[in-house]
């Protein structure tokens, strides 16, 4: 496997850690805005803080199982994703 395939493997390995976190940004930011308070933080900043936890998940999921795209690491990115923005937004406060 030549350098740009590696690269492509790592990208797609991410990418759905990275989608996660922008959908969970996002979808705080302008459809929950009735139930969950407004984050102080910025959007870029949410997002990468999601992205990261979602990439250590992923790379957890890697470690535990051996494989990648089980759907046991799906669900917990998601719960990863979705309470770290709960956080950041500090929905324990409504």
């Known amino acids: 496997m ?5 690269i492509l493997h790592t990208f ?4 759905p850690a990275w989608g996660v976190a922008l959908f969970c940004v996002l979808v705080a930011r302008f459809t929950a805005r009735w ?3 407004l984050a102080s933080w910025s959007l870029l900043l949410q997002t ?16 535990l199982w051996g ?3 089980k759907m046991a690491t799906y669900s917990a990115l998601v719960i990863v994703c979705g ?10 406060q409504r």
Do not use: H, R, Y
């Not at 030549?2 to 590696?6: D, F, R």
């Not at 797609?12 to 990418?15: E, L, T, V």
């Open 2 to 6: 030549g350098p740009l395939e590696q």
């Open 12 to 15: 797609n390995f991410i990418a």
């Open 35 to 37: 139930w969950l308070p």
């Open 48 to 63: 990468v803080v999601s992205g990261v936890l979602g990439t250590a998940v992923m790379a957890g999921g890697l470690v």
């Open 67 to 69: 494989l990648d795209g």
């Open 83 to 92: 309470t770290a923005q709960w956080l950041m937004c500090k929905g324990w």
